[in-house]
């Protein structure tokens, strides 16, 4: 079994918060900040990457992210601030490449629809 990253983007510092799963942590940032990812990122602009957590188990990651989807905001928040305090964007620059948009993102563990919603 591969493992998955669970991760926070937003738009700005205390801004609107996305929490997601992923196997490719990189390809997904990528799909973000490309708009390639219908749905609320590319509604509200979220492509900061200011959290993100390795599990060794897939699993392991989704059952991770569902739990960060039903923490209210402020232990979100806490969350980012107690490994990013001034909100950094951690995609390094060798991330910000484009992907080809005319190749349809593969299925990497995401799942769409009703858990694409905002967090409060």
Known sequence: MRGGWVYIMTNRPNGTLYVGVTSNLVRRVCEHRE???EGFTKRYG???????????GI???????????HWPRAWKVALIVRDNP????????AWHKPVDSRVKP?????R???DERPID
């Open 46 to 56: 979220l492509k900061r990457l200011v959290h993100a957590e390795w599990y060794d």
């Open 59 to 69: 699993r392991d990651a989704i059952q991770r992210e569902r739990n960060l989807k």
């Open 86 to 93: 001034s909100w950094d964007d951690l995609c390094p620059p």
């Open 35 to 37: 708009g390639l990812a």
């Open 112 to 114: 769409g629809g009703s």
């Open 106 to 110: 593969e299925n990497d563990g995401m």
